[in-house]
């Protein structure tokens, strides 16, 4: 059974990095019939979508976060991460990590998620 | 403000049947696949529906989903209090290159 694992700090500065990491088990990232993604939930909010990522490298990203937003994919550890830079408050959410077939829009495995809060 | 907009709420009784609507343009609903996700209070989103109408495996025939043109309905049957959650359809456009949610619904059943 495939599951999703977020990890990173609960806590991050403003105008500082969110680095948060996704790891893999039961699957592997080196699939070529999947995306790997990150969607996140502002408390009280919606789910946001933020971006993908093949095996190969290949990304997309929402056009509002692609400026500060990084992902990228770690093989050799079955895990993918994101990396937010110049972090707000608007960017408090809950991360969650997710997969994606190649053929469809679709997320059919979601981790957990994990609260992180933008404050100082 | 979501691309693809839902209700903020629907109810209805133990029971009855409710549907849930997501509306869209063609770069987004009209020309991809539509998901929809159930989200229980302080879970994750669970996959409920793909392809638009298909159910994985463990999801009751209750729930079902259509679309046509640039919107898409979710529908659920025979209610239960533990169908008390929030939903969100999903869709990918192609004028962003993105992917998108609506801004969800809270289905309470009364």
């Known amino acids: 059974q495939l599951q999703l694992q977020e990890s990173g700090p609960g806590l991050v500065k403003p105008s500082e990095t969110l680095s948060l990491t996704c790891t893999v088990s039961?699957?592997?990232?080196?699939?070529?019939?999947?995306?790997w993604a990150w969607i996140r939930q502002p408390p009280g909010k919606g789910l946001e979508w933020i971006a993908i990522?093949?095996?190969?490298?290949?990304?997309y990203y929402d056009p509002s976060l692609k400026s500060r937003a990084t992902i990228s994919v770690d093989a050799s550890k079955d895990q993918f991460s994101l990396k937010l830079n110049s972090v707000t408050a608007a960017d408090t959410a809950v991360y969650y990590c997710?997969?994606?077939?190649?053929?469809?829009?679709?997320?059919?495995?979601w981790g957990q998620g994990t609260l992180v809060t933008v404050s100082s | 403000q979501p691309v693809l907009t839902q209700p903020p709420s629907v109810s209805a009784a133990p029971g009855q049947k409710v549907t849930i609507s997501c509306s869209g343009s063609?770069?987004?609903?009209?020309?991809?696949?539509v998901s929809w996700y159930q989200q229980l209070p302080g879970t994750a989103p669970k996959l409920l529906i793909y392809?638009?109408?298909k159910r994985p495996s463990g999801i009751p025939d209750r729930f079902s989903g259509s679309k046509s043109g640039t919107s898409a309905t979710l529908g659920i049957t025979g209610l239960q209090t533990g169908d008390e959650a929030d939903y969100y359809c999903?869709?990918?456009?192609?004028?962003?290159?993105?992917?998108?949610f609506g801004g969800g619904t809270k289905l309470t059943v009364l």
């Open positions: 997710a997969r994606r077939p190649f053929h469809d829009s679709t997320f059919d495995y």
């Open positions: 039961g699957g592997s990232v080196s699939s070529s019939t999947y995306y």
């Open positions: 990522i093949s095996y190969t490298g290949r990304t």
């Open positions: 063609s770069s987004n609903i009209g020309g991809n696949r």
């Open positions: 392809e638009n109408d």
């Open positions: 999903g869709t990918w456009d192609r004028s962003l290159s993105a992917g998108l």
